[in-house]
């Protein structure tokens, strides 16, 4: 005689393993977005208080070609970024100002608004219904696209930064103790590579789990 105890064991097992594991995923995942969307929201307050400060200055695109030709005659950058320069940027400074300026704010709006409409998300998805559910979840994959794209734009932005300071080593050196000697170009350049990071990998993550 067959024990119906024994029988139904496995199925109890496996129908209570998989919900175990799908709530400690839950657990998991919220703590993991709260770090990058932290981090999104602040590298882009960074670029948009940078972009805003340029444009309210009202004249940075004008100075950046005599920004530009001393910061090439130092003799501290790289030669092949002095012949990009030379050759494309400070014959066309007052464009690529307009560029950098406008660049810098609507990279810092894109993260900003991303990494916002990322938080609201766990609420939309609850008290969103319909049509008005539909509209959201085409706004959250368009700003994840842009968000992407604000990143990638930011982080050159902060690479050549970084390249325009001369390249600083960034290690130990004593000799600038109290102002520290990482770059600030280089560390939102690398703040954009985990953004994006962060993001296409925990994309993918929150697919396979719906």
Not at 72 to 83: D, I
Not at 101 to 119: F, N, P, Q, R, S
Not at 158 to 165: H, P, Q
């Amino acid at each position: 005689m067959i024990n119906p105890r024994i029988e139904t064991r496995p199925l109890l097992e496996e129908s209570v393993k998989p919900q175990s594991d799908r709530q400690s995923q839950e657990r998991v995942i919220p703590t993991t977005n709260l770090a990058l969307i932290g981090l999104q929201l602040i590298v882009g307050y960074a670029w948009l208080l940078a972009g805003v400060d340029k444009i309210l200055l009202g004249t940075f695109p004008d100075q950046l070609s005599k920004l530009l030709r001393t910061t090439t005659s130092s003799g501290r950058l790289p030669g092949l970024f002095v012949a990009l320069l030379q050759g494309l940027v400070v014959p066309n400074a007052t464009l690529f100002g307009f560029l950098i300026e406008w660049g810098e704010t609507l990279a810092g709006l894109g993260l900003i608004t991303a990494g916002l409409v990322t938080l609201l998300r766990p609420f939309a998805k609850r008290a969103l219904r319909g049509r008005s559910a539909i509209l959201f979840a085409y706004g959250d994959r368009l700003l994840v696209i842009l968000a992407l794209l604000a990143a990638i734009g930011a982080g050159l932005l902060g690479l050549s930064y970084f390249m325009l300071d001369g390249m600083p080593a960034p290690w130990f050196t004593p000799g600038v103790a109290y102002g520290g000697a990482m770059d600030t170009g280089l560390f939102l350049a690398a703040a954009s590579v985990v953004i994006i990071t962060g993001q296409l990998t925990q994309g993918g993550k929150t697919k396979h789990i719906a």
